[in-house]
Nanobody
């Protein structure tokens, strides 16, 4: 499994960014995908999740109405469109997928992409 994020950067408050995560090494269309973020000094938190078909999505309360997760099962890519960005959205954003195993949940992570919201 390989997950490669891109699209991060520096943006002013109120601006927008679109993150991408290119996946390889597994049957992308068969698995749910997630975006997490981790701000300095804070725990990693789930931002958004999308079902394998794209038919179901879920968002953290802090980003509802501002962020949209989507996926392209032909391009093996998951996206996070971030609008109306706030300074508190500053974090490293990670793409994630997982497998359920008998011993628990096996997580796969990308390397992360930095998003900084600042004037």
């Amino acid at each position: 499994v390989q997950l490669v994020e891109s699209g991060g950067g520096l943006v002013q408050p109120g601006g927008s960014l679109r993150l991408s995560c290119a996946a390889s090494g597994f049957s992308f269309a068969s698995y749910d995908m997630n975006w997490y973020r981790q701000a300095p000094g804070k725990e990693r938190e789930l931002v958004a999740e999308i079902a394998s078909s794209g038919a179901r999505t879920n968002y953290a309360d802090s980003v509802k109405g501002r962020f949209t997760i989507s996926r392209d099962n032909v391009k093996n890519t998951v996206y996070l469109q971030m609008n109306s960005l706030k300074p508190e959205d500053t974090a490293v954003y990670y793409c994630n997928t997982f497998r359920i195993r008998s011993g628990g949940r096996l997580e796969y992570w990308g390397q992360g992409t930095q998003v900084t919201v600042s004037s």
